[in-house]
C-alpha cells in the first residue's frame, strides 16, 4: 500500500513531459493573493525544488525547480545555479522544454543534463549547450564515470515476460493476453522495463553503448519509484555497484528480496554481493506471509529483503546501502549496512538508533557516513562511524528530506522542509556544533503574503497506557476564546510517519486556512518511536491503531476551543482505510468522512492489489486458506465492507482510476454501499490519475471538493 517516503516524495512531483519550443514558457508564478489564508491555487503557484548536486570543489550547486501552470495543465523543470553560500543565483533554463537530472563533469567545468530525452552539457552559466547523445528512445536518467571516459544511461526495453506480444497482423488490437503476476504494476500496464547500458564518450559524444543486463528479463532500476540513485559508479571507474530484484511474474509479485550487484566494467562479469555464491531460495507458499515461512533466515553473510541504493567510500574500499532483513516486509526497518570490497565483511552501523535510514552519503574520510533518519516525528540529520557509533547533528521541528557531501568540503548539502514550509535547500557545516544556513528561499514572495497556522505537540495517553505524539495544528489568527471545527488526520502506509512532513494536497496550513483544527496522531504502526512500535500494526489493522486514533480525537475534543460536535476525518491509503472502518465503529463521534484511495473490502483487495508480498505480510494469509492464521481472520472479519450496517455519516470517496496499488473497485463500493443506504455520499473519480493527483486543475478540482465536503457538514457557527 505504501513505498518509502523518501520515494513518495520525488514521484509525487514528477508530472511533466517535454514542451516544444513553440509552447510558452512556464516559469516563477509572482501570485498575488487577495487574503493571508493559502488557497489551493497558492499551493500551486510555489515552485519545488526537486534535485540538487554540489560542484566537485563545493563552490557552487546545481539544482533543479518544478514551476506549474494551472491554466496549461502542466509542470516545466528548469535549471538554476548559484554559489555554495547562496549567493549569485542564475536561471541556466531558457526553452519551454524541461531540463533535469543535472550533473557535474568534466571537473565540474560542465553540467550535464537530460533535455527532450537525451543528454545534453553545458557551461556552468547555461552557454554553449550541445547535445552528447543521439540515441532513438529517450532516456530517463545518466550518470557519468569519474574519469568521465563512460556514462550508464537509463532506457526502456519492450518486455512481454508476463503480457504477450499480440500477433503482427493485428496491429489495432487493443486485447491483452496474460499469463502471469506484475502484469500491471503502480499505474501502468508492464509492457516495459528500465535497463542500465554503458556507453563510452568518445570526442565528447555518448556513443550508443551496450546493455549492462543483455538477456535479463529484470528491471534494473526498480519500479515504481527507482532512478539513476539505484546505480553508483566506483571512484577509479572500474565498477558499478547496481540494484535489482531478478525475478519476475508471480515470483516478483510476492517478494522484495532485492539485491546489490557489483559489476566489473573490464570483464563485463557481476557478482552479488547479498548472497553468497549458489544460493538456493527456500520454496515458498506465494499466498502466505513471508514471516510465518522459513525464509527470512538472513545470515552474515545472506540478505533476503530490500536491498538498494548503493554507495562507493571515497577511498574505494567500501560500498554502503540501505538495507532490510525480511523478505516481504516492504516497511521492515531500513538499516546501513557497510561491505568491505576486499574482506567480504558486512557491519550494520545504525543499530544503536531503532529507526529508518532514509538516505545517507560518505564522509570524505571514508571513515564516516552521514545520514537521514526519523525519531519522535522530526527527520534529523545523524552521523555514524565503521564501529557503529551513532550521534546526532541537528534538531528542530523539521524533516531533512535530502542528504549529500558539498564537494569536498567539510559541508553537507541538504533540503529541508517541515508543516509550514515546504523544501529549500541547507548547508550544514560540519564542527563540533553543526551549523545550518539556507541556501534558497525559492517561496518567500507567497510566504511573505500568507499567516500561517500554529503547529503543536501533545503527548496523549493511550489505551494501553502509552504516550503517543500528535501533532495539533491550529488555524490561522487562532482566537483561543471560540471553538473550531475539527479534523482528525488518518496517516497512510500503514508505515509511514506522521513526520513534519510537507504535501501539495494533504497539506495541513491548508486545512488549518480553512478554518479547521487538525488532529494528526503518531499511532501504532508509524516509524520513528522504535521498532515494537512499528511493527504492532501488521496482523492487526483494526485494533490498536484504531483506538489510537480515537484516544487522538477524544483528547483534542476535551480542549475548549475544539467543537467537539463539528468533528471529521480524513485520510488516505491505509489513512482511507482507516477512515471506511471508523464509518462503522466511530459512536457518533464525526460529523461526515472523507477517504482517499482507501481499501474498503480486506478479501477483494488481496487479490486486487499488484504487489502481492504486502497483503501477504499485513493480512498474513489468503482469506481462502482454511488454516489461516488467528490474526488472518480477524483482519478479514473487521473488514470495513463488513460494518456498513452501521454507516450512518455523511462521507466522501476519492479515487484514481490508474491506482493499480488500490483498485477504483475499492472506492466505488464503499461509494455505491453509501448512496445504497441512504447516506448522503460523493465520489470523485480521476480516470487518469494513480494514488495521487499529480495533474494541476485535478489537484485544484481535488482541493475544492474537499473542501466543500467539511464546509457542506462541518460549516462553522456564526459568532
Known sequence: MHTFKTLIMIAAL?????????????????????????TPEALWAMGRIVGAQSSPDGKRIVYQVAY???????????????????????????????????????????????????????????????????????????????????????????????????PDDLPLTTGLVINDLNYRHWDHYVTSISHPFLAAVVDGKIQEGYDMLQGEPYECPMA????????????????????????????????????IYLYDVATRSTRNLCKPEGYQEPAINPTKSMASQAVNNQSADCNVGYDQNPCFSPDGKYVAWQS??????????????????????????????????????????????????????????????????????????????SIQPLGSTDQLLVTRHSMSHPDDLYRITLQKKPQVVQLTDENSHIFNQLTLGKVTQRWVKTTDGKQMLVWVILPPHFDETKQYPTLLFCE?????????????????????????????????????????????????????????????????ASLPYVDRNRMGAVGASFGGFSVYYLAGHHNGRFKCFIAHDGAFNLESMYTDTEEAWFSNWEY????????????????????PHKFVDKWDTPILCIHGEKDYRINANQGFGAFNAARLKGIPAQLLLFPDENHWVLKPQNGILWQRTFFDWLQRWLQPKEN
Open 224 to 259: 515504481p519509484f527507482g532512478g539513476i540513485e539505484q546505480l553508483a559508479w566506483s571512484p577509479d571507474s572500474r565498477f558499478i555497484a547496481y540494484t535489482c530484484r531478478k525475478r519476475e511474474g508471480r515470483a516478483y509479485a510476492i517478494s522484495t528480496d532485492s539485491d
Open 68 to 166: 506549474y501552470s494551472v491554466k496549461a495543465n502542466k509542470s516545466h523543470h528548469m535549471l538554476f545555479v548559484m554559489n555554495a553560500d547562496g549567493s549569485n543565483k542564475r536561471c541556466l533554463t531558457t526553452s519551454a522544454s524541461n531540463e533535469t537530472d543535472a550533473e557535474w563533469i568534466e571537473n565540474g567545468t560542465k553540467i550535464a543534463y537530460l533535455f527532450k530525452g537525451q543528454v545534453w552539457k553545458m557551461n556552468a552559466d547555461g552557454s554553449e549547450k550541445q547535445q552528447l547523445s543521439f540515441g532513438k528512445e529517450p532516456l530517463s536518467g545518466f550518470r557519468f564515470s569519474p574519469d568521465g571516459k563512460q556514462v550508464i544511461l537509463l532506457r526502456e526495453l519492450p518486455y512481454h515476460g508476463t503480457i504477450q506480444k499480440n
Open 620 to 639: 498474513e494469509d489468503a482469506y481462502w486458506n482454511a488454516d489461516r492464521s488467528a490474526n488472518a481472520r480477524r483482519t478479514y472479519d473487521a473488514s
Open 14 to 38: 514528477s508530472l511533466g513531459g517535454n514542451f516544444s519550443q513553440a509552447q510558452t514558457m512556464i516559469g516563477k508564478n509572482d501570485i498575488r493573493l487577495s487574503s493571508d489564508r493559502m
Open 324 to 401: 532490510m532483513a525480511r523478505n516481504g516486509y516492504e516497511s521492515d526497518r531500513n538499516r546501513l549496512l557497510v561491505y568491505n570490497l576486499a574482506t567480504g565483511e558486512k557491519r550494520y552501523v545504525t543499530e544503536s538508533l531503532d529507526t529508518n535510514v532514509d538516505a545517507f552519503c560518505w564522509g570524505k574520510d571514508s571513515r564516516t557516513l552521514h545520514f537521514l533518519a526519523c525519531w519522535h516525528a522530526c527527520v534529523h540529520v545523524y552521523q555514524t562511524d565503521l564501529q557503529g557509533r551513532v550521534k546526532q547533528l541537528t534538531d528542530g521541528c523539521y524533516d531533512y528530506g
Open 492 to 556: 497512510g502506509g500503514p508505515q509511514s510517519p506522521v513526520s513534519q512532513f510537507w504535501s501539495y494536497r494533504w497539506n495541513f496550513q491548508i486545512m488549518a486556512a480553512h478554518g479547521y483544527i487538525i488532529v494528526a496522531p503518531n499511532r501504532r504502526g508509524l516509524p520513528g518511536f522504535g521498532s515494537a512500535w512499528n511493527e504492532q500494526i501488521s496482523g492487526d489493522w483494526t485494533g490498536q491503531c484504531m483506538n489510537d486514533y480515537l484516544s487522538a480525537i477524544d483528547d483534542a
